[in-house]
């Protein structure tokens, strides 16, 4: 995020897109709730009636996929009304006019053709974000898991831009993070192209660095993303893999493809708190402690970093993660001995700018953003204040582009995915929580009553989704919550997982996989494949 | 009686909402919203109120599994820490450090992140570590 989560509440607009806010990410919808009983607009672009358009003082249902389409529609009626913040962007922007010349391409009648949002609808929008004082910008993997998820962020980028709204309060382009601890994950150089602090493997004078900190001889060749390792471990050229608290089998896209390559590797060893369908392939499961059977910190969405305290003794034999690498390291002959989490924050505040000035001592007072580069560095909850880490911000000119995966005769609807209200992500944990399951203890398919009726589907049949991937049988909610031609579910429940359908086609840049689109087809299912 | 409450940092979403996890005579039994944190500041969603139930899941796995003549049976630390290095090992010195991969995780402590990605990197020579950021 740009920036930080109670700045929200003082918003004059709030435009939510691509988020599901309410449910993915609820504490956050309560400033938005908040900020609208002082007084700010809300605007809602989102293809389902989620529950923030309930409230919100506009909703588009833009087509799965037309993002970029939709926003360029905004921004080209924001020159056209003359609404843009022009000393902005003569003094902190570059690229205008490249951004100008594509924008004629998408006056709000074209630019609905396209996404699907009336004109008027659009214009609006327009109106409503460009003339608050101060508006921000929610997204979450709405906007991002697209095969153009990197044009459909630059292009909120280049909105915020061209109306000034980044670099002060209650502004900004701010993707909310999905999971706890995903931004430390990232900070900390869980990424095959950086080390800690996004400092680049290819850059030899990092790597030197790196090399003396670690005393050892590192290689300077980007690795493989997720998607590249699954292929590789099926040709052959990835041998072994090790899994620390993730369940690919149920998150990645395409699981079939997934629980094959998995199944290819010649050594799986995944360390875990449950047996999940990952560790359900390996060659050996090391059970990890909890959350709350370890000291640490996480850094959440809004790059502030807290601490994880211990409250109870890890259940059974497990052990927390980083004692077990510490063990697993030195018998692999890497010796490695860390006394305490503490002592290995140390370590990451020598070798990680951003974190430099942090430590147990300074945390145990509260949580404290990042850039924090010395011991007396109060921390930065809002980023790009008076110029952006680049000098210049950079808009992109951006061309719409269609999802890899439209609809066509054998495959005439259009799957998207996300998350419920009582779940979270494969399920690992919130179906192992008795109050939580028992609030949605099954999956289903969310279809809307004119594709229902033409499939002679009634509510709680059981319906097949097929796609090019693969098939799914369970239940069908016939609801007008969705748009006709879409239909909507979650990947919680292993025995009805989205992503048995989900399309594993890539962003060129971020390599993300396009899970918010793809083409499938529904049938009514036969007795006997509904009691399977 | 032993009741404590430890203050802590929800395992769920990217929010960041401090909790008070209570514990009596050592079992975990509740969760409440910290209302000191400026994020949350006293409130819970549904997923955090009842983020203690699944720490002590019996479903939770409590020892090393090894899999022996195709099936996951219990073994010793040692013997899962001994055979999972010496696999590790043997197919860095058959292959060499690329032709293994890691996934590090958003759910674990930033700790435990940068030791995995330091293991990965010093103890192989290989940059193929990846988490589910994307996904």
Same mark, same amino acid.
């Given at each position: 995020?740009?920036?930080?989560?109670?700045?929200?509440?003082?918003?004059?607009?709030?435009?939510?897109?691509?988020?599901? &806010?309410?449910?993915?990410? /609820?504490?956050?919808?309560?400033?938005?709730?908040? +900020?609208?009983?002082?007084?700010?607009?809300?605007?809602?672009?989102?293809?389902?009636?989620?529950?923030?358009?309930?409230?919100?003082?506009?909703?588009?249902?833009?087509?799965?996929?037309?993002?970029?389409?939709?926003?360029?529609?905004?921004?080209?009626?924001?020159?056209?009304?003359?609404?843009?913040?022009?000393?902005f962007i003569d003094e902190r922007t570059e690229g205008f006019e490249q951004l100008r010349e594509v924008l004629k391409n998408y006056p709000p009648e074209k630019a609905s053709e396209i996404c699907g949002v009336p004109a008027e609808d659009i214009i609006r929008v327009a109106e409503m974000y460009a003339q608050a004082e101060s508006a921000s910008i929610l997204y979450t993997m709405g906007?991002?898991?697209?095969?153009?998820?990197?044009?459909?962020?630059? @292009?909120?980028?280049?909105?915020?831009?061209?109306?000034?709204?980044?670099?002060?309060?209650?502004?900004?382009?701010?993707?909310?993070?999905?999971?706890?601890?995903?931004?430390?994950?990232?900070?900390?150089?869980?990424?095959?192209?950086?080390? /800690?602090?996004?400092?680049?493997?290819? %850059?030899?004078?990092?790597?030197?660095?790196?090399?003396? +900190?670690?005393?050892?001889?590192?290689?300077?060749?980007?690795?493989?993303?997720?998607? *590249?390792?699954?292929?590789?471990?099926?040709?052959?050229?990835?041998?072994?893999?090790?899994?620390?608290?993730?369940?690919?089998?149920?998150?990645?896209?395409?699981?079939?493809?997934?629980?094959?390559?998995?199944?290819?590797?010649?050594?799986?060893?995944?360390?875990?708190?449950?047996? &999940?369908?990952?560790?359900?392939?390996?060659?050996?499961?090391?059970?990890?402690? @909890?959350? +709350?059977?370890?000291?640490?910190?996480?850094?959440?969405? *809004?790059?502030?970093?807290?601490?994880?305290?211990?409250? =109870?003794? /890890?259940?059974?034999?497990?052990?927390?993660?980083?004692?077990?690498?510490?063990?697993?390291?030195?018998?692999?002959?890497?010796?490695?001995?860390?006394?305490?989490? @503490?002592?290995?924050?140390?370590?990451?505040?020598?070798? &990680?700018?951003?974190?430099?000035?942090?430590?147990?001592?300074?945390?145990?007072?509260?949580?404290?953003?990042?850039?924090?580069? &010395?011991?007396?560095?109060?921390?930065?909850?809002?980023?790009?204040?008076?110029?952006?880490?680049?000098?210049?911000?950079?808009?992109? +000119?951006?061309?719409?582009?269609?999802?890899?995966?439209?609809?066509? *005769? *054998?495959?005439?609807?259009?799957?998207?995915?996300?998350?419920?209200?009582?779940?979270?992500?494969?399920?690992?944990?919130?179906?192992?929580?008795?109050?939580?399951?028992?609030?949605?203890?099954?999956?289903?398919?969310?279809?809307?009553?004119?594709?229902?009726?033409?499939?002679?589907?009634?509510?709680?049949?059981?319906?097949?989704? =097929?796609?090019?991937?693969?098939?799914?049988?369970?239940?069908?909610?016939?609801? %007008?919550?969705?748009?006709?031609?879409?239909?909507?579910?979650?990947?919680?429940?292993?025995?009805?997982?989205?992503?048995?359908?989900?399309?594993?086609?890539?962003?060129?840049? @971020?390599?993300?996989?396009?899970?918010?689109?793809?083409?499938?087809?529904?049938?009514?299912?036969?007795?006997?494949?509904?009691?399977? | 009686?032993?009741?404590?409450?430890?203050?802590?940092?929800?395992?769920?979403?990217?929010?960041?909402?401090?909790?008070?996890? !209570?514990t009596m005579d050592g079992k975990l039994v509740g969760t409440l919203p910290s209302k000191t944190n400026p994020m949350n500041q006293g409130k819970l969603c549904i997923k955090g109120w009842n983020v203690h139930e699944f720490v002590q899941s019996p479903n939770r796995l409590t020892k090393p599994l090894i899999r022996k003549n195709g099936e996951l049976q219990e073994a010793s630390w040692?013997?899962?820490?001994?055979?999972?290095?010496?696999?590790?090992? !043997?197919?860095?010195?058959?292959?060499?450090?690329?032709?293994?991969?890691?996934?590090?995780?958003?759910?674990?402590? $930033? !700790? !435990? $992140?940068?030791?995995?990605?330091k293991f990965c990197r010093v103890g192989f020579g290989t940059n193929n570590i990846d988490h589910c950021a994307r996904l």
């Open positions: 995020m740009t920036n930080s989560i109670p700045e929200i509440e003082d918003a004059e607009c709030i435009f939510i897109i691509g988020s599901n &806010t309410s449910v993915a990410h /609820p504490l956050i919808a309560s400033r938005v709730y908040r +900020a609208q009983a002082k007084g700010a607009k809300l605007i809602v672009a989102d293809p389902r009636k989620i529950q923030m358009a309930y409230t919100a003082d506009i909703h588009v249902k833009q087509n799965l996929g037309s993002d970029v389409a939709l926003i360029n529609g905004i921004m080209n009626v924001i020159l056209s009304k003359d609404l843009h913040d022009k000393p906007i991002t898991q697209h095969t153009h998820g990197v044009d459909n962020v630059k @292009s909120l980028a280049n909105l915020a831009m061209l109306t000034g709204n980044l670099g002060k309060r209650s502004t900004g382009v701010n993707p909310l993070r999905g999971q706890n601890n995903v931004q430390g994950a990232c900070d900390m150089g869980g990424l095959p192209n950086v080390f /800690p602090a996004y400092q680049a493997v290819t %850059d030899e004078g990092v790597r030197n660095k790196f090399q003396d +900190a670690w005393q050892a001889q590192l290689s300077g060749k980007v690795g493989k993303t997720i998607m *590249e390792m699954m292929h590789d471990l099926e040709e052959g050229s990835i041998k072994g893999m090790v899994v620390m608290g993730e369940n690919p089998v149920g998150s990645d896209p395409d699981m079939n493809h997934v629980r094959h390559a998995l199944s290819s590797a010649e050594f799986l060893l995944v360390m875990d708190i449950f047996l &999940t369908d990952t560790a359900k392939l390996a060659h050996v499961v090391l059970p990890g402690a @909890s959350f +709350a059977e370890k000291d640490g910190t996480f850094s959440n969405t *809004e790059r502030n970093v807290l601490r994880v305290r211990k409250a =109870v003794e /890890p259940v059974g034999d497990s052990r927390p993660d980083w004692d077990i690498i510490c063990d697993l390291s030195t018998r692999f002959g890497l010796p490695m001995s860390y006394g305490s989490p @503490s002592e290995i924050f140390d370590e990451i505040a020598k070798v &990680t700018p951003s974190y430099g000035g942090l430590s147990y001592d300074r945390l145990e007072k509260g949580p404290i953003a990042w850039p924090c580069t &010395t011991p007396d560095h109060p921390g930065t909850p809002v980023l790009h204040k008076d110029r952006f880490t680049r000098g210049k911000g950079l808009f992109h +000119a951006i061309e719409y582009r269609p999802p890899e995966e439209m609809s066509d *005769e *054998e495959f005439p609807l259009q799957l998207t995915t996300g998350r419920y209200f009582p779940h979270y992500h494969t399920g690992t944990m919130t179906r192992n929580s008795p109050t939580l399951h028992s609030e949605m203890p099954e999956g289903h398919v969310e279809i809307h009553p004119e594709d229902a009726s033409r499939l002679g589907l009634k509510n709680y049949d059981m319906a097949k989704v =097929v796609s090019r991937r693969g098939e799914v049988v369970t239940k069908a909610i016939i609801t %007008d919550l969705i748009q006709p031609g879409n239909i909507f579910m979650s990947f919680h429940f292993m025995e009805a997982n989205a992503n048995v359908l989900t399309n594993p086609a890539l962003d060129p840049i @971020s390599k993300i996989p396009e899970y918010k689109v793809c083409a499938v087809r529904v049938e009514k299912a036969e007795l006997a494949e509904a009691a399977i | 009686m032993d009741l404590k409450f430890t203050r802590t940092t929800c395992p769920y979403c990217g929010c960041g909402c401090e909790m008070l996890l !209570e040692d013997e899962a820490l001994d055979f999972a290095a010496s696999r590790l090992k !043997e197919i860095k010195d058959a292959h060499g450090g690329d032709s293994l991969a890691f996934l590090t995780s958003a759910k674990c402590t $930033n !700790e !435990e $992140n940068y030791l995995f990605q």
